[in-house]
Every structure is written in structure tokens, then in C-alpha cells.
């Protein structure tokens, strides 16, 4: 991701943020505890919402543009047991079934290999142990907002680090062979019309 990309990022965000992806990360981060994972971290947008029953939060952040802001952000609010990494989520750096929870959100679209990153989730989780998801995704198959993300996809990923506009995640949390206990999919409210579908909720290994 480019500097200016990371700079202006959670400008870009703001309306959405304020419309409703604070209200979805809260009611997903209340439900989190213990030892938790946090893959492509960004900015740090989750961060104010995870609860004193988490006991150990590790943030994963690759770019290092991202990775400054990020770091500067959990700075400034003095949190404690949290660790920053700049791994990725194809090749966490953590042993098998080390984390109660994975937190993954806005980040599934942009990763290298997304069946790779589940796999590694799955195996970092415990038994049990649960991938909390918010991600924006592909429109339903044949509707035009679908026509327009594949058309706009390629330069998309180019200057938004590598985000895909048409991944279907759901699919792939599924075929990753992680049970999906909840999932809400709701519009984006604020967000531009081609990253507008979303999906939210909780998946469990099993
Ligand atoms: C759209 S931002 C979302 C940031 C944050 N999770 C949020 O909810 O605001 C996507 C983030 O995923 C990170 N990312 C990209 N590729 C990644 C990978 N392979 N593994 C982990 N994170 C990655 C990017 O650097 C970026 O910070």
C-alpha cells in the first residue's frame, strides 16, 4: 500500500465507519476473550473495541505505512498485552492452536492467497476456538453491482493494496472447513456502491 493510500485511509473510512462499521465491530468484539488474534490489524480501527476479558492480543500488520499508524495508535491509547507483528495472514507466526479467537476485518479482500490465510487461521485456532469475520464481498452472481466490481477489480487492487472487490468470502471461510455459527449480511451504508455487500459473524473450528 502506498503512503498516501495508508494516510488517508481512515479519512476514506470515516462516513462508513460512523454509519455503521463501529456499531458491527462492537457487537462482534464484545463476544471476544482470552488469547486473540487480530490479522491486517490496519490503523488499528478495532482496537478501542476489544474488552478487558482479552487477555493477550497480538495485531498483525504487514504494511509498513499501516504498521507506523497502527503503532502510533496503540501508543496513544496506552493499551497493555498487546503485541504488534508485521506477519502475514498466509504465514502467521504462531504455533498450532495457540488463540481462542481471530479477528478478521476489511482484510480477507486483500490477502494474497485468501484459502491459504484460512487455512493458517484454522490452525492457529484452538479447538473450539472462533473466527470472528467483517468483511465486504462479492454482490450476488449476474446483478449489475457484480458486472461493476469484476470491471473495476483490476484497478481497484492496484491502488488499494491488492483489495478485491468480488471475493466470496463466505465460500471460502466454508470450504476452509470452519463451521459458521452466525452471519448477518448487511449494505455498508456510506461506503461507495461496489464495496457496499458485507458479511459479518462468527465461524468455529471444530
Ligand atoms: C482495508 S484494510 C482493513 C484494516 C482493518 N482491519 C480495519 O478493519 O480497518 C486491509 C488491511 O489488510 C492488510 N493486509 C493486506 N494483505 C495482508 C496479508 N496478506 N495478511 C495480513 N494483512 C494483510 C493491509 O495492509 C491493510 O492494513
Redesign the pocket.
Known amino acids: 500500500?502506498s503512503f498516501l493510500t495508508a494516510f488517508f485511509?481512515d479519512r476514506f473510512?470515516a462516513k462508513a465507519e460512523e454509519a455503521c462499521l463501529k456499531d458491527w465491530r462492537q457487537e462482534l468484539l464484545k463476544q471476544v476473550s482470552g488469547d486473540v488474534l487480530e490479522?491486517?490489524?490496519?490503523?488499528g480501527?478495532?482496537i478501542g473495541f476489544y474488552s478487558d476479558r482479552v487477555t493477550n492480543l497480538v495485531l498483525?500488520?504487514?504494511?509498513k505505512h499501516?504498521c507506523k499508524l497502527l503503532k502510533l495508535n496503540v501508543s496513544n491509547r496506552s493499551l497493555e498485552n498487546i503485541q504488534i507483528s508485521d506477519g502475514?495472514?498466509?504465514q502467521i507466526q504462531a504455533d498450532d492452536e495457540s488463540f481462542d479467537f481471530v479477528v478478521a476485518?476489511?482484510?480477507c479482500?486483500?490477502?494474497?492467497n485468501l484459502e491459504t490465510?484460512l487455512h493458517e487461521i484454522k490452525r492457529v485456532l484452538r479447538p473450539r476456538g472462533k473466527l470472528v469475520f467483517l468483511e465486504h464481498v462479492a454482490a450476488a452472481d449476474g446483478t449489475s453491482r457484480r458486472r461493476w466490481q469484476n470491471r473495476f477489480n483490476p484497478i481497484w487492487r492496484t491502488f488499494m493494496?491488492?483489495?478485491h472487490l468480488n471475493r466470496e468470502t463466505e465460500q471460502a471461510i466454508l470450504s476452509a472447513g470452519l463451521n459458521i455459527k452466525e452471519i448477518k449480511r448487511e449494505s455498508m451504508r456510506k461506503a461507495i456502491p461496489i464495496v457496499r455487500p458485507t458479511i459479518r459473524g462468527i465461524a468455529e473450528k471444530a
Open positions: 500500500m485511509y473510512m490479522i491486517g490489524a490496519g490503523t480501527a478495532s498483525t500488520e504487514p504494511d499501516m502475514t495472514a498466509e476485518s476489511l482484510v479482500c486483500s490477502l494474497s490465510g493494496g491488492n483489495c
